[in-house]
């Protein structure tokens, strides 16, 4: 085993790492004095981690007999890392006006984007337990960070609590597996699950909680009850991370478990389809009725889930055909770079809007807001377009390449895509009410004092930077596709 | 090869909404101003489009490739189907930015931006080749009619808009993914390379479903109709210009373009059940009409009517009825058009549209008098004048193959007669009711002349419709070669008895 090789081709897995190290270092010499240091210092560490990805290409080794280093693995992990570093602009500005302690902050919130990274590159049940862990357990902090607020802590404990539970499943469902095939590395897996005579009821039910465990981290009906009140409670720039940032490594790890180690089966297609359109079904209909901004976008952020199951579906269902169904999962990961930036822009705008005080993250508070903030209204009203699938934006050419990669498998997916359309009726229903709230409604004193908006550079910046590309791809996708692509 | 000239045409609009968008603190004269000039070059630029190629074929075609990963292109052309109605299109707009002056006046530059965006999407389903393309303008046109609607419309605006929004997406996901089984199959969504495609009868059944699921309720044929009042009686009077006059058409033009060349077979076997909607439609839509007080919510309905004939004129399968209905897809948006900015018009001045309300105004404003009824002939469809051509030509073609669908459309004409010259003598005719008639202007120069344009083409399409049937007749005939076809091997053979009779 070459390590320095290894530690070469890994680097932009460790470095958030490294960051995290450094940060606690700084905060340990001059705790308390180290001002904007942390921010700058793990934003820089995240960019140096990504030119080093954006600088080297995919390749076959396995480095640590434990992690890949494929096309797959590293696209996820630059969508992550730019997530990282849109997480710190959002953070930092925040952190400053609460008067909250940003080492801290910054070293938890690198541990848990290196888990990430780990995780979408984990090919190993041991490697992929680590990262889940190491993702999970600086997330219940960061979800209770403001340990004032009776919601933030609220936020935080539930997630621990499912949270937990959830790990119990995964660590289980490994077990069963280890118990089954004497292994956990994906390859060995792989290797006896090829003879569906050998798979044992283990195996199933190890499989099984397998995927419970990852359905609940990627908020997956029916494991999304914790979903809207740790969105809700958690200090906005925390969800913001979650909801990016989770949903991208736990469907990165599902991708190559459907990809590399599951058997095509129709138990599994039927699990996953019966995820897949719960998913779509509860989140679209539990969105119907929230006014808060946040909770309304983590029962969409349910939905999605769902639509993501299917592209999941997808891989499983075309692997064994030609192609390898390399379209089904670039597919999925052109989905999570459109979703990622779409959720990055709606949660900076909520920052913006909302202050962090609910009475002001409530839609109710800011009726015909687009005559008096038009360029904010505008931006939010793109990311609800976005997220519903209007064509010229990003999140309609996800839609667009997920259904197509769905025809794959010829008219095997037919009912979740039927689900899938159906169901996108029913969130036009929600995302089209923010439009009506702010182009339509007349505010009830047309005359009073808008609430001053949290307007702080970096994430007036950041809500710019992810509106304009969101429209930009949702024209001209190609450099995005060309980037994520093998 | 590559013409621009269509591009120009989409994008020009697209381009110059993003451009008004962006000027910081434009007032909304130059914005109106900006948006009228723009406007009215393109329809400038467009004219050129109406030099079809005689022979059906498609004309200023521009093919280049834009996604390639989802195997989309940017195809776009035109032939003597589109041309007319994307010049109707470019026509309509200045005179909905005209029109504007009288009824707009809060948040004036974002109408204009929505108006732009609104054309540049229109024009783009008219001329899209490429079947994912066309789905793209399809859905883009929604959002700016959507925010029309929605913002500056009446009390119920944002229940009409979101209804309007629902009811068009709803049926256009079943379309979306139809065309995405269509792009896998055939590996492209070329209409050219989806034409020469070999489909089971089963499966040109489910796809024949899902497109006319999307069309049949932008048509709106009934029982799918129930958006369309409400849309109109709250949308302002620019939005329902728009709404009637073009995008409509969008779902006829739908149908005839990819519906019955595409999926033959299952357009044969779904052709009565169409003609039976349709010709439900026209005499619902017409009863319906009849019984309405609100002016706008009249002419909603009458367009419920008069759609109702053009889908009949396509589903006849007969190429003069198919000709006729593509005519008078034309002739709607032009007399529906004019009846909308008339109204409009009357409701600037009375805040009301309750017919009740009205009487005498001929006396009062006999400049508006004499458009209302010449506005009012034309969409009954008096000789002389556009719709007769139209209607007729549906008629007659439909009569050869379906002599009772033609009777009871027919039926339609003369309730159409009896709703509309209902509607004349209400307003026009009759002692003065509204106290402050007389106060009321009769119509300016600036309206006089936005009505203008379209009062030439009603009495010159009346008086000559061959050139632009001309063009018209042979790409129909092109659409109708399939389905044609089909018709033929499903029909049972001519009783032998019938030969010796003809010959002696």
């Given at each position: ?486 | ?89 470019t026509l309509l707009m200045p005179l909905v930015v005209l029109a504007s002056y009288g009824h707009v006046h809060d948040r004036v530059k974002q109408y ?393």
């Amino acid at each position: 085993m070459d390590v320095a090789a290894d530690l070469a081709a890994t680097a932009p897995l460790w470095l958030p790492m490294v960051g995290c190290l450094a940060v606690l270092l700084a905060e340990t010499l001059a705790p308390g004095r180290t001002g904007k240091l942390p921010a700058l210092l793990s934003a820089a560490t995240l960019a140096l981690a990504f030119a080093r990805l954006a600088t080297t290409g995919p390749s076959t080794r396995e480095p640590f007999g434990m992690v890949a280093d494929d096309a797959l693995a590293r696209s996820l992990t630059g969508i992550l890392l730019l997530v990282g570093i849109a997480a710190v602009a959002l953070a930092e500005p925040l952190l400053e006006r609460l008067a909250l302690p940003r080492g801290e902050y910054f070293a938890l919130l690198l541990a848990s984007l290196s888990g990430m990274t780990l995780l979408v590159a984990a090919r190993d049940l041991m490697a992929l337990f680590l990262a889940i862990e190491l993702i999970s357990i600086p997330l219940y902090v960061l979800a209770a960070y403001r340990r004032l607020t009776a919601l933030s802590v609220e936020s935080g404990f539930k997630y621990f609590l499912l949270g937990a539970f959830a790990s119990g499943f995964l660590v289980y469902g490994i077990a069963l597996l280890f118990a089954a095939t004497g292994d956990t590395r994906y390859a060995t897996l792989a290797a006896y699950a090829a003879d569906p005579a050998r798979l044992t009821t283990l195996w199933h039910a190890g499989s099984t909680l397998l995927l419970v465990g990852l359905g609940f981290k990627v908020a997956a009906a029916p494991f999304h009850a914790w979903t809207p009140d740790v969105y809700q409670g958690a200090p906005t720039p925390v969800t913001a991370f979650m909801a990016a940032g989770v949903k991208c490594a736990a469907f990165g790890a599902l991708l190559r478990l459907a990809w590399e180690v599951l058997p095509d089966s129709a138990g599994l297609r039927a699990g996953l389809s019966l995820l897949a359109c719960a998913s779509m079904i509860v989140g679209n209909l539990g969105a119907l009725l929230q006014t808060q901004l946040k909770r309304l976008l983590a029962w969409s952020s349910i939905a999605h889930a769902g639509y993501l199951m299917l592209g999941v579906l997808a891989v499983l269902a075309t692997k064994s055909k030609a192609g390898g169904g390399a379209a089904a999962r670039e597919a999925v990961v052109f989905y999570l770079a459109t979703y990622a930036l779409t959720t990055l822009a709606a949660f900076a705008w909520t920052l913006q809007l909302g202050r962090e005080a609910p009475e002001l993250q409530d839609l109710r508070a800011w009726k015909g807001l687009a005559r008096r903030r038009p360029w904010l209204s505008l931006a939010l009203a793109l990311c609800f377009l976005s997220f519903a699938g209007v064509p010229l934006t990003a999140g309609f050419l996800g839609k667009l390449y997920l259904l197509k990669a769905a025809f794959g498998a010829g008219n095997d997916l037919i009912a979740p895509m039927v689900v899938l359309a159906a169901t996108s009726v029913v969130a036009l229903g929600y995302y089209l009410r923010v439009l009506t709230t702010f182009y339509m409604d007349r505010p009830a004193d047309e005359d009073a004092t808008l609430p001053a908006t949290f307007a702080p550079a970096g994430v007036t910046l950041l809500t710019t930077v992810a509106c304009a590309a969101v429209l930009v791809f949702g024209v001209w996708p190609e450099p995005l596709l060309r980037w994520l692509g093998p | 090869m590559n013409d621009l000239l269509l591009a120009v045409l989409i994008l020009g609009p697209l381009a110059a909404a993003v451009v008004i968008a962006l000027l910081p603190r434009l007032a909304p004269e130059p914005a109106r101003v900006l948006t009228l000039l723009v406007t009215v070059a393109t329809f400038a630029a467009s004219l050129p489009l109406l030099a079809t190629d005689l022979g059906g074929a498609m004309t200023r075609e521009l093919d280049v490739g834009w996604i390639a990963a989802f195997r989309v292109r940017f195809h776009l052309g035109v032939d003597g189907i589109s041309a007319p109605l994307v010049v109707l299109t470019t026509l309509l707009m200045p005179l909905v930015v005209l029109a504007s002056y009288g009824h707009v006046h809060d948040r004036v530059k974002q109408y204009c931006v929505l108006l732009l965006a609104m054309e540049g999407g229109m024009i783009g389903v008219f001329a899209a080749l490429d079947l994912v393309l066309f789905y793209v303008f399809f859905e883009l046109s929604l959002v700016p009619l959507y925010l029309l609607v929605g913002i500056y419309g009446g009390a119920r605006r944002a229940y009409a808009a979101l209804k309007f929004f629902l009811f068009t997406v709803a049926g256009s996901l079943p379309l979306l993914l139809a065309i995405l089984w269509l792009v896998n199959k055939a590996g492209s969504g070329d209409f050219a390379t989806l034409r020469n495609l070999a489909l089971s009868p089963q499966e040109q059944g489910w796809l024949f479903a899902a497109f006319a699921a999307a069309f049949c309720v932008k048509v709106p044929l009934v029982p799918l109709h129930t958006w369309l009042p409400d849309a109109h009686v709250e949308a302002p009077t620019g939005g329902s210009v728009v709404l009637a006059g073009v995008t409509l058409k969008m779902g006829t033009y739908g149908l005839l373009r990819f519906c019955l060349p595409l999926f033959p077979q299952a357009s044969t076997q779904a052709m009565p059940l169409l003609l039976a909607l349709a010709v439900v439609g026209i005499l619902y839509g017409a009863l319906l009409a009849w019984a309405q007080g609100d002016l706008k919510k009249i002419v909603a309905y009458s367009s419920v009517s008069h759609l109702g004939f053009v889908v009949l004129g396509l589903f006849a399968m007969e190429s003069t009825a198919a000709s006729g209905a593509v005519l008078q897809m034309v002739n709607h948006g032009l007399s529906t058009g004019a009846l909308f900015l008339l109204i409009g018009m009357i409701y600037e001045r009375a805040h009301t549209r309750q017919l009740a309300e009205f009487g005498g105004l001929a006396r009062t404003m006999p400049r508006f008098a004499v458009c209302l009824v010449v506005a009012s002939l034309s969409s009954i469809g008096l000789p002389g004048l556009n719709g007769f051509v139209g209607e007729f030509l549906i008629l007659i073609g439909t009569w050869r193959d379906h002599p009772v669908a033609a009777s009871l459309a027919a039926l339609g004409v003369l309730l159409g007669a009896i709703y509309l010259l209902g509607l004349v003598k209400g307003l026009l005719f009759g002692p003065i009711v509204h106290p402050k008639t007389a106060a009321w202007r009769d119509l300016t120069t600036r309206e006089m002349a936005l009505l203008a344009p379209l009062f030439a083409l009603m009495v010159a399409i009346g008086f000559a419709p061959q050139p632009l049937l001309r063009r018209i007749e042979p790409p129909v005939q092109r659409m109708l070669e399939a389905p044609r076809l089909a018709l033929e091997a499903a029909a049972p053979p001519p009783p032998p008895a019938k030969q010796p009779k003809e010959g002696g």
